[in-house]
């Protein structure tokens, strides 16, 4: 664009015009590094606050499960292990959900109609709000799961992840809601990952005699993985960062357990639930946690990030 | 002969078989519950809905039997969301503009880019946090602590990496013969990019900002300590300095309230929230339908 206007210098345009669009190009050049510093002031804002905590404990914070503001102890072992055995976990259950609806979706199984419509159903579901599905899990989904957790317990509770005695809210609790909230995320990144995946590789598969299933497993399963796993990466991103529907049903314990079926915590459920009256010292250790979640969160983004950029399709 | 015809026993068709019904029946436990879920929340909390509910505050959870209403979260909410979006859309938009048509694709526009992506990552409630700890602990907006305008910059962070998005993608979209032909017959950048290439995008711009703006109406994490909550009518411009009240902190509190009747009032809340959520997605995405269609004749 530069080399074509140096052609019009001689042009006469009024000062204030130039002016005007001098002052419009910054205008915009500094609302877009605004981005910039929103990001940067909250990593440093975060940081610098948690400095206290961080100079007393150290990394001893990442290991300990004390949580005592009487005794003004503090360690966030139970709040990262709860973080990461629910992201985890969910996601665990949520993948193969995911992708197999997505693969339904693409695959011509239905009418074009009626898969249209399961594809913007789920679409639509990753709107609901959190808060709402938390509200769902304590007076529905609690419920309908109290008989087979206590099932789950009785046959295998030598196991130590089902080693408790199921009491309400729970671990367990939390990855389900969680498995509903990611769904949505994964099957419609899934789905247009394998849309995305050009029509002649799976005709050159079926041209030579490969059956549908082996068509899916061997060619466009593997040529849709990039966007796939980086639709699950950001899943996960979310499930750690997920607050309001995992504090309503995890139970927030700060009694470490190994037991799913055990009341537990994860970082933004712990600041949820203590932020608002917290003072001295346990404000800072909340905002080390909240430094902890955040360093989470942003490796799996930019992880993420890489991945698309690096694997993304070349067709 | 025989091998021209389909053959059910052969291992692949077997094979294709039973990865066709796994397939099913993931989609089946994947959408069942969903629609449940959809349901029930429709059902539940449409039951309870009154013209009270409308005009009347919440009341204190204790033993009354009445609830009262949620007008005061409800204009909370509106409130709340039309500061985000005063912050947000005008940042985001200018944003968009730049990445869009002034950069060149150099080191910075591509750092913005990251960072925009690495924003929207943020996870929610480390926006409230840092809100907390920038506004709400300094009393930094004329000694007031939590307030509902410190929620909605709370909101505005999480809805700015949306808005730049949109428009930086809206504008992408916008052929580029058209700017020459604005160039070409003299017109300067600003008035390229104000008279032509934005009216040009608005539609895909509007659809996004609305779904960032409506994604944003949901959240609580972020308000739940810059905004917390408050029972009273807003009457006047100096209550935005003051606690206040949303549909989704109500629905978090009153879920965890031991009464029925404030459980009741989530449950009602939460219909109208999910409603209007809903209802502005499916009414956007029939718009972009609609634009597409039109595009291709």
Request: charged share 15%.
């Amino acid at each position: 664009m530069e080399e074509k206007l140096t052609l019009f210098k001689n042009r006469k345009r009024f000062g204030i015009e130039k002016n005007i669009d001098i002052i419009f190009k910054n205008t915009a050049l500094v609302l877009s590094s605004f981005v910039a510093i929103i990001l940067l002031g909250i990593i440093l804002v975060v940081f610098f606050q948690s400095f206290e905590s961080f100079s007393r404990y150290g990394l001893k914070f990442l290991v300990t499960s004390e949580w005592n503001p009487v005794k003004d102890e503090y360690g966030a072992f139970t709040a990262i292990y709860g973080t990461l055995v629910t992201s985890f976990l969910s996601l665990l259950i949520t993948i193969p959900l995911g992708v197999g609806t997505a693969i339904f979706i693409t695959e011509d199984f239905v009418p074009k109609v009626f898969r249209e419509i399961i594809g913007s159903f789920v679409e639509l579901l990753a709107a609901i709000p959190s808060v709402v599905l938390g509200l769902w899990a304590i007076f529905v989904m609690e419920p309908f799961f109290r008989a087979f957790f206590v099932f789950l317990h009785n046959f295998f509770g030598w196991i130590p992840l089902f080693s408790t005695e199921p009491t309400g809210r729970n671990t367990l609790l939390a990855i389900l809601i969680l498995v509903v909230m990611l769904l949505p995320i994964v099957t419609s990144i899934a789905r247009d990952s394998l849309n995305q995946v050009p029509k002649k590789l799976r005709n050159a598969a079926y041209g030579i005699g490969a059956s549908r299933w082996k068509t899916i497993f061997s060619v466009i399963l593997p040529a849709a993985l990039s966007g796939i796993m980086a639709g699950v990466l950001l899943a996960l991103g979310r499930a750690m960062g997920e607050t309001m529907a995992v504090t309503m049903i995890i139970g927030n314990s700060n009694a470490f357990s190994w037991s799913l079926l055990s009341p537990g915590y994860t970082i933004s459920s712990m600041l949820a639930n203590q932020f608002g009256e917290a003072d001295g010292s346990q404000v800072s250790s909340l905002f080390y946690a909240a430094f902890v979640l955040m360093i989470l969160s942003l490796v799996v983004n930019i992880f993420a990030q890489w991945l698309v950029k690096k694997f993304s399709l070349k067709y | 002969m025989n091998s021209l015809y389909y053959q059910k026993r052969l291992s692949r068709n077997i094979g294709d078989k039973f990865f066709t019904s796994l397939s099913v029946i993931c989609a089946l436990i994947a959408i069942l519950p969903l629609i449940f879920l959809v349901t029930y929340i429709l059902i539940k909390g449409g039951s309870q809905i009154t013209p009270e509910l409308f005009t009347l505050e919440p009341n204190p959870p204790g033993d009354d039997l009445d609830a009262g209403g949620i007008n005061p979260a409800l204009i909370g909410t509106l409130i709340i969301t039309t500061i985000a979006s005063i912050i947000a859309i005008p940042v985001g938009v200018g944003g968009g503009i730049y990445l869009a048509e002034y950069s060149k694709g150099g080191a910075f526009s591509r750092f913005i880019r990251f960072g925009v992506n690495v924003l929207a990552g943020v996870p929610s409630i480390i926006a409230g946090v840092f809100i907390y700890a920038l506004i709400v602990s300094t009393k930094i907006l004329f000694g007031s602590m939590y307030s509902g305008l410190a929620g909605g910059m709370a909101l505005s962070i999480l809805m700015l990496p949306t808005v730049i998005k949109t428009t930086d993608e809206g504008l992408k979209m916008v052929p580029n013969e058209l700017r020459y032909a604005s160039l070409g017959v003299g017109a300067s950048m600003y008035t390229t990019i104000l008279k032509v290439t934005l009216p040009s995008a608005f539609r895909s711009i509007a659809t996004g900002v609305v779904l960032g703006i409506a994604r944003a109406a949901g959240e609580t994490a972020p308000l739940i300590f810059t905004a917390l909550f408050s029972y009273y009518y807003i009457v006047g411009f100096e209550d935005l300095f003051y606690e206040m009240g949303s549909l989704a902190v109500l629905i978090y509190n009153f879920a965890l309230e031991p009464y029925d009747a404030q459980n009741k009032l989530a449950w009602a809340a939460s219909f109208i929230l999910v409603l209007s959520i809903l209802s502005v997605n499916i009414f956007s995405r029939i718009l972009a339908a609609f634009t597409e269609k039109t595009k291709r004749v």
